[in-house]
């Protein structure tokens, strides 16, 4: 199974700050690479996928980059709506698997 | 716009089954997978498998083998996830997603890669004694 690594697993950021999510597979996915926000209570929302195509409605403040091995998900300045749990996922191969998440929470 | 729509909580012992359903609205659906997810009381997300809606086809992660049969009703634009065997592990809020295949064209050779647009709001199910 692919292991899916996210680095830190919890950050403290304050508004208008820009951060960085970064997620190591351990082995090459190509660009089978999504990111997802949740928030407390509420379920997954995608926010990127094929490691760099923003989701529809998604703003612009997110990008994202990387292929292979090495992904990564950044904010350039963070708003109040952005506190949340972040995941990674691979989908090169079943099983399907998620990082362990990144807590992003406010400074 | 698309929505999924899942079954409301559910409470079983340990042992019994438990049948989510998940109906799909605003999309067609025998065009895409149902992906199911499922999250442990303030763990990460796990995926557990998915179905086609198109033809049956279906993968499921392999602890989940022999205990998970998922199914959809295209009559209904529904998909269920039932799980045997219920243990106190299996205490958790399970996810029905949509998963969608986009291919990018312009590598050498296609790539086709997956991802989950839409979720449903979740199905908690609490398995006790």
């Known amino acids: 199974d692919i292991q899916m690594t996210q680095s830190p697993s919890s950050l403290s950021a304050s508004l208008g700050d820009r951060v960085t999510i970064t997620c190591r597979a351990s082995?090459?996915?190509?660009?089978?690479l999504n990111w997802y926000q949740q928030k407390p209570g509420k379920a997954p929302q995608l926010l990127v996928y094929?490691?760099?195509s923003l989701h529809s409605g998604v703003p612009s403040r997110f990008s994202a980059s990387g292929s292979g091995t090495d992904f990564a998900l950044t904010i350039s300045s963070l708003q109040p709506e952005d506190f949340a749990t972040y995941y990674c996922?691979?989908?090169?191969?079943?099983?399907?698997?998620f990082g362990q998440g990144t807590k992003l929470e406010i400074k | 716009q698309a929505q999924l729509v899942q079954s409301g909580a559910e409470v079983r012992k340990p042992g019994a089954s438990v049948r989510v359903s998940c109906t799909a609205s605003g999309y067609t659906f025998t065009t895409y997978g149902v992906t199911w997810v499922r999250q442990a009381p303030g763990q990460g997300l796990e995926w557990m498998g998915w179905?086609?809606?198109?033809?049956?086809?279906?993968e499921l992660a392999q602890k989940f083998q022999g205990r998970v049969t998922m199914t959809t009703d295209t009559s209904t634009n529904t998909a269920y996830m039932e799980l045997t065997g219920l243990r106190s592990d299996d205490t958790a809020v399970y996810y029905c997603?949509?998963?969608?295949?986009?291919?990018?064209?312009?590598?050498?050779?296609?790539?086709?890669?997956?991802?989950?647009?839409?979720w449903g709001e979740g199905t908690t199910v609490t398995v006790s004694s």
């Open positions: 082995q090459s996915i190509s660009i089978s």
């Open positions: 996922q691979q989908t090169d191969t079943a099983p399907c698997s």
């Open positions: 094929a490691a760099s």
């Open positions: 179905i086609s809606a198109y033809n049956g086809d279906r």
């Open positions: 997603a949509r998963r969608v295949m986009g291919v990018e064209a312009a590598a050498r050779q296609p790539i086709y890669y997956y991802y989950m647009d839409v």
